[in-house]
């Protein structure tokens, strides 16, 4: 038999639980963000420095993320 402190203990065990899990998924969304905004940022750059149209921009970017093996965010950075 359960008695209500038990009872309360598993629910703040899992209000923890989830708690812990949501500050998690927050943080993995605003570095998701923020790599997004950088390969805008990039692609912008490649689109103005060479007249390129925005899915060219992209496709440049790629290439040259592949050809170095780095992600798209860490090929943006001098």
Same mark, same amino acid.
């Given at each position: 038999? $359960? $008695?209500s402190r038990d009872q309360r203990a598993s629910a703040d065990d899992t209000?923890? !639980?989830r708690l812990t899990r949501r500050e998690q998924?927050? !943080?993995q969304l605003r570095? !998701?963000?923020a790599s997004y905004a950088a390969v805008d940022q990039a692609i912008g750059v490649l689109i103005a420095a060479h007249r390129l149209a925005p899915a060219a921009g992209f496709e440049v970017l790629r290439e040259v993320s592949q050809h170095l093996n780095i992600s798209c965010t860490r090929s943006r950075t001098p």
């Open positions: 038999m $359960t $008695t209000y923890d !639980a998924e927050n !943080a570095h !998701a963000v």
